[in-house]
């Protein structure tokens, strides 16, 4: 029923940025928050961040606070994650989700919270 898909993924140095998109179809967008998630070579699928209906407020894991920026653009259907500073330790696979129905966006912050995802976009940050 919703299809997700990220992109703008790449490879890039320590310290330099880097914008994700994630485009989303087949229910109406503004009606949900969504969030932004990724996963590392060998370790679980952690949350990064996640936005309101309305993209008006935002909440984010301690590890990524001040450096990437949740937004969205309803009348696209399109949310994005824009990282700065980026760090070896960001190198994961990023997924963007929408959160499950009934759930509360600003304590939904485990994969039990969300229930559509798209396929990822490897995001590689070289030393």
């Known amino acids: 029923q919703v299809q997700l898909v990220e992109s703008g993924g790449g490879l890039v140095q320590a310290g330099g940025s880097l914008r994700l998109s994630c485009a989303a179809s087949?229910?109406?967008?503004?009606?949900?928050?969504m969030g932004w998630f990724r996963q590392a070579p060998g370790k679980e699928r952690e949350f990064v961040g996640v936005?309101?209906?309305?993209?008006?407020?935002?909440r984010y894991a301690d590890s990524v606070k001040g450096r990437f920026t949740i937004s969205r653009d309803n009348a696209k259907n399109t949310m994005y994650l824009q990282m700065n500073s980026l760090k070896p330790e960001d190198t994961a696979v990023y997924y963007c989700?929408?959160?499950?129905?009934?759930?509360?966006?600003?304590?939904?912050?485990?994969?039990?919270?969300?229930?559509?995802w798209g396929q990822g976009t490897q995001v590689t940050v070289s030393s």
């Open positions: 989700a929408v959160v499950r129905d009934g759930s509360t966006w600003y304590v939904a912050r485990g994969l039990r919270d969300y229930d559509y």
């Open positions: 087949g229910r109406s967008f503004s009606r949900y928050g």
């Open positions: 936005i309101s209906l309305s993209g008006g407020s935002t």
